[in-house]
């Protein structure tokens, strides 16, 4: 099945031009529902969003128009084009010509690879969008050293075991999910809340 996904970030703003260019690139296809949410994109926390991923099944693919419409957060991102690699759902994103490609059938390896660039390319992005921060972050800092205005942030702030989990998600040991989890938090988007809070000290 196909389907297509479009958000807006404000009641304001017309989702007609995304619509009309999902149903062009389609043309015969039949896109099943074209989901749309009229919000922020700086976390998933979207109805619409949510309702689409629990229709998406092994097989499907979902179309969108640019990679930016499902949200702002680069690391995020990269974790839900993750989430869809791996239930086998296939993303079209018709800024990304790679993606459009024409898949032979039975060849798994091609959408493997399609979604692997899509993930390798979002870590890339989302790396040096994590350094830059660090090195804006770090002048700060700095600055408000020599001022002496800097205090640090107390480590009472954070929940309970945080800098353990935190090593373990960025050994790669586990997701924002399972560390989301572990640490009884209600969304990812508090998660990244804290460790922005814990890069940021």
């Not at 490609?101 to 399609?114: E, G, Q, R, S, T």
């Not at 800098?163 to 924002?176: C, R």
Request: net charge positive; hydrophobic share 35%.
């Amino acid at each position: 099945m196909f389907f297509g996904y479009v958000r807006i970030s404000s009641k304001d703003q017309n989702e007609g031009r995304q619509i009309k260019a999902l149903t062009e690139y389609c043309n015969e296809l039949k896109i099943e529902n074209i989901h749309v949410d009229k919000q922020s994109g700086k976390d998933f926390e979207r109805e619409q969003y949510q309702a689409l991923k629990n229709r998406l099944r092994e097989g499907d693919t979902l179309i969108i128009k640019e990679l930016d419409r499902l949200g702002r957060n680069k690391q995020m991102i990269k974790e839900e084009l993750e989430y869809f690699k791996n239930n086998k759902i296939r993303i079209k994103i018709l800024n990304i010509p790679t993606t459009l490609m024409d898949l032979p059938k039975d060849n798994d390896w091609v959408f493997d690879m399609i979604n692997n660039i899509l993930v390798e390319v979002l870590s890339a992005i989302a790396e040096e969008e994590r350094n830059k921060i660090r090195a804006r972050q770090a002048e700060g800092i700095a600055i408000a050293k020599e001022q002496g205005r800097y205090r640090g942030r107390p480590k009472s702030e954070l929940p309970k075991d945080f800098e353990k989990l935190y090593k373990q998600w960025k050994g790669n040991k586990i997701n924002a999910t399972q560390f989301t989890m572990l640490l009884g938090l209600k969304s990812r988007t508090t998660l990244y809340k804290y460790i922005g809070r814990y890069e940021e000290s």
